[in-house]
């Protein structure tokens, strides 16, 4: 008798370890199928609107990344984009900073300088890991300055060797930009 529930409490325990680990399979096919597929948190509707950006830093980033990032955006938006070394000439001429463009009062003078109605504004980061490993990331938000509203959004993070940092930094942008619905 105690061999019957020894038995018993064996498949109860087997067929707990069998729920349990079809459970981790699903959840962790569900997290990774989630966390690298390209987001886009605008429709086409409210992106027609915009018919000329301009791409700012949030910070002083590389130029290179900016550049990278414009192209592609462009190849794949019905927007125009001004030049990102026009932009800071013209806000060095007047002793501005990117961050001027977003304020309301200085900022609609410049946005009516450049034409723009909307600015994509993007961040990039980088941390050492190890002498020769780097996290890298990058993020790019579209806001209408007219109402405000943010109606793109996309980030992504990757880790690259120090020596394969171009690459890595092309690679982020070219994700960032597929995060665009193709509108052409």
């Known amino acids: 008798n105690y061999q ?3 038995e018993g409490t064996m498949k109860n325990k087997l067929i707990l370890l069998i729920i349990l680990l079809t459970c981790i399979c ?3 096919n569900f997290c990774i199928k989630h966390r690298y597929e390209p987001q886009s948190y605008f429709s086409k509707k409210e992106v027609y609107n915009i018919k000329k950006v301009a791409i700012i ?3 002083r980033e590389k130029d290179y990344i900016i550049d990278k990032l414009s192209a592609y955006i462009g190849s794949r938006a019905t927007f125009e984009i001004v030049e990102s070394s026009f932009v800071r000439k013209k806000l060095d001429e007047l002793n501005l900073k990117y961050s001027d463009i977003i304020n309301s009062q200085i900022g609609n003078q410049i946005t009516d300088m450049f034409g723009i109605d909307g600015i994509i504004i993007i961040s990039y980061k980088w941390k050492e890991i190890t002498f020769s490993r780097r996290s890298i990331s990058l993020s790019a ?3 209408e300055l007219e109402t405000g509203l ?3 959004h996309a980030e992504k ?3 690259a060797d120090s020596f394969n940092l ?3 930094e092309d690679n982020l942008c070219k994700y960032i930009a597929s ?4 509108i052409k």
């Open 150 to 152: 943010i109606l793109w």
């Open 4 to 6: 019957g529930i020894r």
């Open 57 to 59: 830093p949030s910070e």
């Open 141 to 143: 938000k579209l806001i």
């Open 26 to 28: 699903v959840l962790n």
């Open 179 to 182: 995060t665009l619905y193709v």
């Open 166 to 168: 171009i690459p890595a």
């Open 157 to 159: 993070s990757i880790e």
